[in-house]
Nanobody, 115 residues
């Protein structure tokens, strides 16, 4: 059974940085594409960015230039480096791995940015 574990969230002040990680275990497949989403309080979940293959990453306009997605050395692991954080980045962040024809989601991790 596939399990995703996220870590690295927390609270920071405006301008600070955080790095989220997500590791998927229990699958024989390697995810070619991995996604990060976020859901602010009272709002819908939206795409933050994705990484295809080893290093082809793309980002939403809201985070472009501030966030960086990278692959970890371990199979099915990914990082989200978040710099120059703003209060509007406050949200629950989720990773998503398509594996074996199914989408698998992380448990979600809270990021809070205070002004």
């Amino acid at each position: 059974q596939v399990q995703l574990v996220e870590s690295g969230g927390g609270s920071v002040q405006t301008g600070g940085s955080l790095r989220l990680s997500c590791v998927a275990s229990g699958s024989d497949y390697s995810a070619n594409v991995i996604y990060w989403f976020r859901q602010p309080p009272g709002k819908q979940r939206t795409l933050v960015g994705s990484i295809i293959g080893a290093d082809a990453a793309g980002y939403s306009e809201a985070v472009s230039g501030r966030f960086t997605i990278s692959r970890g050395h371990a199979k099915n692991s990914v990082y989200l480096q978040m710099d120059s954080l703003k209060p509007e980045d406050t949200a629950v962040y989720y990773c998503k791995f398509p594996l074996g024809g199914e989408d698998h989601w992380g448990q979600g991790i809270q990021v809070t940015v205070s002004s």
